[in-house]
């Protein structure tokens, strides 16, 4: 089976060109002018990106299904014009162990439409004691080690994991907290929380933990990867680290780049996340970080809840966003068509960086003998991020009701077109 892509402006070796793409049996076959095939798909116009790639998703399968499942979360990165996700490990029960893990990924395979790398976790229920069997669990199938949700606390616990996590070519993903820093802030330590009366996150939380475990990485030479940075201090911790050649990346997430706690507009659980939106100053340092390769990839945390979950004030609502369905669409008009950082650049964020950093070779390129994983957007339509239109079971977004360009028009995964714009 044969199909070309016609006339596409497609996103191939970091620059944008005007070609077609031909995909023969889910293979990338050919990419070039003039290309013919039984089947065609008229591109002229659009934007051809390879899939995008998401190293931080929660599809909350199993046991927490209300929220989300492999399958609907799936579709919703889909809808994204997301092919490649990674899903946390924060499920229930939590895997600790290899047979656990297998049966997710076996989940993973059979209802997702995406391909679905899996996190397993750190240590054992992610309560920073026991650390696992890292040689098992990679043999099961794990992606990387991640426990997050939560920091891992304890700095013996982490150098250990390090270690192990080393000598197994297993990167540990993780989600920088000190607990005792946090206690039970719900909003970042600003402006907000005194107006709202909510009890405030340092940003401390975060970036001591950053501190220590960088110092640890340096010593361990682990591949140390950061979930989410969201302070100033947290880029220029990561930045020295990088100068002194430690083996680290990081993350930012579209909430994180487009929004801070100055944008709360009420006592709202739609604009709670953890770690929560800080000052303009630190958003503009997290584009700065983008822009200089300090932080090296954008990565949702795509956090679906239940409404009851999210429709309760500030103070109790539980923690997270949704990000798939929204964060192409969002960061193209609030961060490309603005003049703030380019297509090219935004598309290696989310695509071929993601892949490089974290050794996923079949994704995150449009090229020969690549698997046909590909997005096709609109980016001259602009339309309105409407609730019934997603494909997630979680809406519990800010951005819904927003006009925005960048609409996905198609997705493809090895071929097979997995979703399909049918019109507003
Ligand atoms: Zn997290």
């Not at 426990?147 to 270690?163: K, L, P, S, T």
């Not at 940003?203 to 220590?212: N, P």
């Not at 507009?265 to 000052?279: E, H, V």
């Not at 602009?382 to 951005?399: C, H, I, K, M, V």
Request: with cysteine; net charge negative; glycine share 8%.
């Amino acid at each position: 089976m044969e199909t070309v892509i016609k006339s596409g402006n497609v996103f191939v070796d970091g620059r944008i060109q005007r070609c077609d793409v031909l995909i023969r049996n889910g293979i990338i076959a050919a990419i070039g002018t003039d290309l013919t095939a039984e089947h065609s798909i008229n591109a002229a116009g659009k934007l051809v990106s390879p899939g995008l790639v998401d190293v931080h998703v929660h599809y909350r399968d199993p046991g927490q299904t209300a929220k989300e499942n492999v399958h609907t979360g799936s579709l919703a990165a889909a809808h994204g014009g997301f092919t490649t996700v990674a899903a946390m490990p924060n499920v229930t029960p939590v895997p600790n162990t290899p047979e656990q893990l297998k049966r997710m990924i076996a989940n993973n395979q059979k209802n997702g439409v995406v391909h679905i790398l899996q996190y397993a976790p750190i240590t054992a229920d992610q309560n920073s004691s026991e650390i696992l069997d890292y040689a098992a669990l990679q043999a099961a199938g794990c992606f990387a080690l991640s426990n997050d949700g939560h920091g891992v606390q304890n700095a013996q616990v982490m150098y250990e994991a390090m270690r192990r996590a080393k000598d197994n070519d297993l990167i540990i993903a993780q989600h920088a907290q000190d607990d005792d820093l946090f206690q039970y802030g719900v909003i970042n330590d600003g402006v907000k929380a005194q107006e709202y009366g909510l009890l405030p996150i340092t940003e401390l939380a975060e970036t001591t933990q950053i501190a220590r475990d960088l110092v640890l990485a340096q010593q361990t030479g682990v591949h140390y990867h950061i979930c989410h940075v969201s302070t100033r201090s947290s880029v220029e911790l990561v930045r020295l680290a990088k100068s002194h050649g430690v083996t680290v990346t990081c993350e930012v997430t579209p909430h994180h780049l487009l929004l801070a706690d100055s944008d709360i507009r009420s006592d709202s659980g739609l604009f709670k996340m953890n770690p929560p939106l800080r000052t303009q100053e630190d958003r503009e340092a997290l584009i700065e970080g983008l822009l200089d390769g300090t932080i090296d990839m954008i990565a949702t945390d795509h956090a679906p809840h239940t409404v009851s979950e999210k429709q309760c004030g500030f103070a109790k609502a539980a923690f997270g966003i949704t990000g798939s369905e929204t964060a192409f669409c969002e960061l193209y008009t609030h961060l490309v068509t603005k003049g703030l950082v380019s297509l090219e650049q935004l598309l290696s964020w989310m695509t071929v960086k993601p892949a490089h950093a974290f050794g996923i070779e079949a994704a995150g390129r449009i090229a020969v003998n690549q698997p046909a994983d590909l997005a096709i957007f609109d980016l001259a339509q602009a339309f309105t991020l409407r609730a019934e239109d997603y494909l997630s079971l979680g809406s519990n977004t800010p951005f819904t009701g927003e006009t925005v360009y960048g609409k996905t028009e198609l997705t493809l995964v090895d071929g097979e077109i997995i979703y399909q714009n049918k019109g507003q």
